[in-house]
């Protein structure tokens, strides 16, 4: 066969062969267990609180659109374990699942601890009255000395920096928070911000680049005359690292062989899910003048 021939003949093979389809698609459904009904806690309290809210939901599974069902018609008590005070908190009658009491601040002792209890209905369907609990130790309040807010053209980016006195020996666990004119701008999972004070155990933090608000999309998030707060909140370790455990399991993960996602562990007793913790909030508060922090 001729070269130039043999050439023509190979080209269209070439071609025909990119022409065929080289995948398909395939709807494969998954026949997934689904795991026992629990109890869930979202019980997070601090010293800035008008009221201590308990809110109690059952788990629902993985792919389901429906929203998780209130748990109703618990008894949900905290105590501070050295004094016995015991607060009961009632459900909202029109929110249900919601377990509310007026703020108790002589019950958030720097240092000691506090118990959360919840006996409630048949979680179980047993027949049974479950009871669950979880202790919370409460933080020591670290006070904000200052705080600036600047924007960064490079990274569009608006920058909150803190000064502080970080305490000496003391592990100190921190959240961090910006609010404007009093509605929380950093509410998202993915927006919540912790650290540890390994870097700067002992030392003054001064004008630290502690949070970040993407401005790529707005950059008149703050307006002249806008209260801009940033928030140095105190926490527990435990509460540390259930956080990090939120971001770990909301984030991508790229390496090939990494685990499947799993329900963060929290500090409930009895298998249930979500967290008990207790904060103690710092705040300085700004006036936006966009003449300053524009620059």
Not at 93 to 112: K, M, N, Q
Not at 158 to 172: R, S
Not at 208 to 223: C, L, R
């Given at each position: 066969?001729?070269?130039?021939?043999?050439?023509?003949?190979r080209?269209?093979?070439?071609?025909?062969?990119?022409a065929?389809?080289?995948?398909?698609?395939?709807?494969?459904?998954?026949?997934?267990?689904?795991?026992?009904?629990?109890?869930?806690?979202?019980?997070?309290?601090?010293?800035?609180?008008?009221?201590?809210?308990?809110?109690?939901?059952r788990?629902?599974?993985?792919?389901?659109?429906?929203?998780?069902?209130?748990?109703?018609?618990?008894?949900?008590k905290?105590?501070?374990?050295?004094?016995?005070?015991?607060?009961?908190?009632?459900?909202?009658?029109?929110?249900?699942?919601?377990?509310?009491?007026?703020a108790?601040?002589?019950?958030?002792?720097?240092?000691?601890?506090?118990?959360?209890?919840?006996?409630?209905?048949?979680?179980?369907?047993e027949?049974?009255?479950?009871?669950?609990?979880a202790?919370?130790t409460?933080?020591?309040m670290?006070?904000?000395?200052?705080a600036?807010?600047?924007y960064?053209?490079t990274r569009?980016?608006?920058?909150m920096?803190?000064?502080?006195?970080d305490?000496?020996?003391?592990?100190?666990?921190?959240?961090i928070?910006?609010?404007?004119?009093?509605?929380?701008v950093?509410?998202?999972?993915d927006?919540?911000?912790?650290?540890?004070?390994?870097?700067?155990n002992?030392?003054?933090?001064?004008?630290?680049?502690?949070h970040s608000i993407?401005?790529?999309?707005?950059?008149?998030?703050?307006?002249?005359g806008d209260?801009?707060?940033?928030?140095?909140?105190?926490?527990?370790?435990?509460f540390?690292?259930?956080i990090?455990?939120?971001?770990?399991?909301?984030n991508?993960?790229?390496?090939l062989?990494?685990?499947?996602?799993?329900?963060v562990?929290?500090?409930?007793?009895?298998?249930?899910?979500?967290?008990?913790?207790v904060?103690?909030i710092?705040?300085?508060?700004i006036?936006?003048?966009?003449?300053?922090?524009n620059?």
């Amino acid at each position: 066969m001729p070269y130039r021939l043999f050439h023509i003949i190979r080209s269209a093979l070439f071609i025909l062969f990119l022409a065929v389809p080289t995948q398909c698609t395939e709807i494969i459904e998954l026949d997934l267990k689904t795991d026992t009904e629990r109890l869930v806690v979202d019980a997070v309290i601090s010293n800035q609180d008008r009221y201590f809210v308990v809110k109690l939901s059952r788990s629902v599974p993985y792919f389901s659109t429906e929203a998780a069902p209130p748990v109703n018609h618990a008894q949900v008590k905290m105590i501070n374990e050295r004094t016995n005070q015991i607060i009961v908190l009632q459900e909202d009658s029109l929110l249900t699942g919601h377990y509310y009491a007026e703020a108790s601040p002589e019950l958030l002792v720097p240092g000691e601890t506090l118990k959360l209890l919840i006996n409630q209905p048949d979680l179980k369907r047993e027949g049974n009255l479950e009871s669950y609990w979880a202790t919370a130790t409460v933080p020591e309040m670290v006070p904000l000395d200052s705080a600036q807010i600047r924007y960064n053209a490079t990274r569009e980016t608006w920058q909150m920096l803190a000064f502080f006195q970080d305490p000496p020996e003391v592990e100190n666990f921190y959240q961090i928070k910006v609010v404007q004119n009093n509605y929380t701008v950093t509410r998202r999972p993915d927006e919540i911000r912790i650290s540890s004070d390994q870097l700067f155990n002992g030392n003054y933090v001064n004008g630290v680049w502690v949070h970040s608000i993407d401005a790529s999309n707005n950059k008149s998030q703050f307006e002249d005359g806008d209260k801009v707060a940033l928030q140095l909140i105190s926490i527990s370790e435990s509460f540390y690292h259930f956080i990090f455990a939120i971001h770990q399991e909301i984030n991508t993960s790229a390496p090939l062989f990494t685990g499947p996602a799993a329900n963060v562990p929290g500090n409930i007793s009895g298998q249930a899910l979500g967290i008990f913790a207790v904060t103690a909030i710092s705040e300085y508060e700004i006036i936006f003048d966009s003449e300053i922090h524009n620059q």
